[in-house]
């Protein structure tokens, strides 16, 4: 695109109108399908991370760098938390958590870290959108986040691209995990800074 193209009155107009809109249809999708959210479904999965000895979690792609930001997030609480696949992360064992995320329930690596982690006799708690998944037949709580899967494109669910909306959901759903389970440790930003990293 030339430079004449991109300061062109018009055609700054006419993206900063799409830009709006497309943000409105982001913000109406995600409040709509954070809406759909069981609370109990929820609750269920934040009383395994309050019992859980240590948390691992697993996801791949976009679920799964979610994830990582919610595992910094527990690791900000003070929880024990593992991100599998890094080469720190120790071996799952009974009175462990695996917290995984999959849209579709059926990724493959997913379901085998979910698999693994059940036959060690640790829990898992997954969020997905398929309740009928490998992911959520093995899992002790799952969160449904009513969500398009990443290869449903005509389903009017979600005009987003691919699994968009998902994430998106799957991270304002962690985050509200998480402010519970700050609200129950009574504990105050200034504690939570102390665990923040300083070697970036």
Avoid at 90 to 109: F, M, V
Avoid at 118 to 145: D, F, H, K, M, W
Avoid at 177 to 193: I, M, N, Q, S
């Amino acid at each position: 695109m030339s430079v004449i193209a991109e300061t062109d009155p018009a055609a700054l107009a006419g993206t900063s109108r799409a830009f709006s809109q497309n943000l409105l249809l982001i913000q109406d999708e995600v409040a709509e399908a954070a809406g759909g959210v069981d609370p109990e479904q929820v609750a269920e999965l934040a009383s395994e991370l309050r019992l859980a000895g240590r948390i691992f979690v697993t996801g791949a792609g976009r679920s799964g760098l979610v994830l990582k930001m919610a595992a910094m997030r527990l690791m900000h609480l003070g929880l024990t938390v593992h991100v599998v696949g890094e080469t720190t992360a120790p071996a799952i064992r009974s009175g462990d958590l695996l917290l995984a995320a999959s849209g579709s329930g059926t990724t493959a690596s997913v379901v085998t870290a979910a698999e693994t982690a059940a036959a060690q006799g640790a829990r898992v708690a997954v969020y997905t959108t398929n309740a009928g998944s490998p992911l959520a037949e093995v899992a002790s709580a799952v969160v449904l986040i009513p969500a398009a899967q990443k290869t449903d494109h005509r389903s009017g669910v979600s005009r987003q691209y691919s699994g968009s909306l998902f994430e998106q959901v799957l991270f304002a759903v962690t985050e509200a995990v998480f402010h519970g389970l700050w609200d129950d440790a009574a504990a105050t930003p200034e504690e939570l800074w102390l665990r923040h990293a300083n070697l970036e």
